[in-house]
């Protein structure tokens, strides 16, 4: 398997999809489809391809369909571009509670796009996403792997400042 | 207020600096216990019995007694076994497990060996939701330190006892906290729940007998066994024992997580957070996750935080997220908020989930609007009955209670939007 010429999976982002397979029994590769999908995704700037995720299929021996369902059900596989921070802002109860809502009205005028839509620049996109576990600094964002809690429009404009 | 004991389980190393390295974790007792098994000084059935004699009930929301859930294992049914923590804390309001994984990530690895050892499992695996990168490096990198100190592994210490440890990563999707649906997501595939029986007991990961457990749950069961069954259960009321950790969200001056022991009056815990913030009055209480029903603050302020009490309350203690809302809240918009997420995190697998739950976002959505019809309120309760108990997972009547109960106290809110276009608080 490891002969073919594959675009993406060879080299360190392979070794990395290896680490995941070695831990699931021998037979069951296909455990390892969603680190597999996160890091391609990682590589690929942010966003899943039909392409990559035909690689991972062949990678791990699973039907392209299996790969696609698993890449469609979960939030967190993205399948067109993003911005290269991806702003992910909680809205559900406990965030809402502490005026979420309006975080979300504020990005979306300072960075000019609706929720969604990436800045013409590349650098930012705004996505609601669902509770993210850390009602306790609501309202919450996650931006890249990094979450940031206790969020008012002055402490976004300063992080919006300090991300590249 | 009396004095409240805090931080006597889960969260008793928090304070400490560096509480999650192993050095910290040894020198306050850590794997004493699970040194203790590997000696034979502590049997399965003695540690069954123990965890029963504790009273302990599941933290993840169900409150299923662990004990019993451990002994419908066969520890010696041939072939692989496995022990699954459940870590992927999403439903709305929690945060608990969080810093069980960030600052005492030892005692869940200690709970999980342990759990391994009763139902005779070499392998585990711990389910972090794909959010959690923090507590994921975290919890990995405590894993590398136990496998490094020689407590996992093969033939840990000279026992001829094996057990690997493992990490497994979300990518979101609520749905995959529960247990057939996290298995079904190991195993590389949609989180869509299966049809029960068989229970995970008997057919499980890749078709093993399997236990799953929430994290506070499994980091609780060190401390059970070090400072005995009854020692846990005298902390708690009777019928459930021990501490809980009660996340506290919403309208309060301080939120964040309270581990206080079980019956603790609830505004004593209300008390813990601040109070209600801006000095404003309390307007309504969701007791235990977005999934159970919401109290009015008159029948919230005279319950104890333990199942029964909670349960007289009219709601249930689930996995202890308490959420709060002030005098200025608008329930029909935060109703439509929680509707929006069940529509959105219905597997679509059962018909009666995935329509309703649309069904009752649509409705909520248009009352909220303006643009509610006076039947619209006799609807919601229709569906939301239609979907309770029709479904093969707990999804359903999750987004179900919180519709029926936001009706049940809250009526005349949906009833005034419904007349007027606008909130009770709007001026008309």
Same mark, same amino acid.
């Given at each position: 398997m490891s002969e073919k010429n594959y675009q993406v999976i060879k080299g360190d982002v392979k070794a990395r999809i290896d680490r995941w397979i070695s831990q699931y029994p021998a037979d069951q590769r296909q455990s390892a489809v969603m680190p597999a999908l996160r890091i391609v995704q990682e590589v690929n700037g942010g966003y899943l391809t039909r392409e990559l995720m035909d690689e991972v299929a062949d990678y791990l021996g699973m039907a392209p369909m299996a790969v696609y369902e698993v890449a469609t059900f979960y939030s967190m596989y993205e399948h067109k571009p993003v911005g290269k921070h991806k702003i992910c802002m909680c809205t559900n109860i406990s965030c809402m509670l502490r005026d979420a809502d309006d975080l979300v009205e504020y990005l979306k005028e300072k960075l000019g796009v609706d929720v969604g839509e990436v800045t013409p620049d590349g650098r930012f996109s705004i996505k609601k996403v669902e509770c993210l576990g850390a009602c306790g600094e609501a309202p919450v964002a996650m931006i890249g792997k990094e979450y940031y809690g206790n969020l008012t429009r002055e402490r976004l404009d300063e992080l919006l400042d300090s991300l590249e | 207020m009396a004095e409240i004991p805090l931080n006597e389980c889960c969260y008793r190393l928090n304070h400490l600096d560096r509480s999650w390295d192993i050095d910290v974790y040894m020198a306050n007792g850590g794997y004493e216990v699970w040194k203790k098994v590997l000696a034979g000084e502590l049997t399965p059935q003695e540690i069954i019995d123990e965890v029963k004699t504790s009273n302990i009930r599941g933290r993840g929301g169900a409150g299923f007694p662990t004990g019993l859930k451990w002994s419908f294992m066969n520890r010696h049914a041939p072939g692989p076994k496995y022990i699954l923590c459940n870590s992927d804390e999403g439903e709305p309001g929690t945060f608990k497990d969080r810093d069980i994984l960030r600052y005492n990530p030892h005692q869940l690895i200690e709970g999980m060996m342990i759990a391994g050892y009763v139902i005779g499992a070499n392998a585990g695996y711990n389910y972090i939701r794909g959010e959690f990168w923090e507590p994921y490096k975290r919890f990995d990198n405590a894993v590398k330190q136990a496998y490094e100190a020689g407590l996992?592994? +093969?033939n840990i210490l000279g026992s001829g006892w094996d057990f690997d440890l493992y990490t497994h990563l979300g &990518? @979101? &999707?609520?749905?995959? @906290?529960e247990e057939t649906a996290l298995i079904e997501s190991i195993e590389g595939k949609k989180g869509q729940p299966r049809f029960k029986p068989p229970f995970p007991a008997s057919y499980g990961l890749y078709g093993r007998p399997t236990t799953i457990n929430n994290t506070e749950t499994l980091a609780s069961i060190p401390m059970i066994l070090a400072k005995g069954g009854k020692w846990f259960a005298d902390l708690g009321v009777p019928g459930a024992g021990g501490t809980k950790i009660y996340a506290v969200s919403g309208h309060v001056e301080k939120p964040g997580n309270y581990e206080v022991r079980m019956g603790t009056p609830f505004k004593d815990l209300l008390s813990l957070a601040g @109070?209600?913030? +801006?000095g404003r009055k309390l307007k309504a209480v969701i007791p235990g996750g977005s999934s159970t029903a919401v109290l009015p603050a008159e029948k919230a302020m005279k319950m104890n935080m333990d199942y029964d009490s909670i349960a007289k309350a009219g709601s249930f203690l689930g996995a202890g997220s308490v959420i709060i809302m002030d005098e200025t809240t608008d329930m029909v918009k935060a109703l439509e908020r929680l509707t929006w997420f069940y529509y959105e995190e219905s597997c679509g697998q059962c018909t009666p989930c995935r329509e309703g739950t649309g069904w009752m976002y649509r409705v909520v959505h248009r009352i909220r609007t303006g643009k509610g019809r006076p039947e619209d309120i006799e609807m919601l309760k229709d569906v939301s009955g239609k979907i309770m108990g029709r479904v093969i997972c707990g999804l359903g009547d999750a987004a179900s209670i919180p519709v029926a109960s936001f009706l049940e106290h809250f009526e005349h809110e949906f009833r005034h939007y419904i007349e007027h276009g606008c909130s009770i608080y709007d001026r008309a």
């Open positions: - | 996992l592994g +093969k &990518a @979101g &999707a609520y749905i995959c @906290g @109070g209600v913030w +801006k």
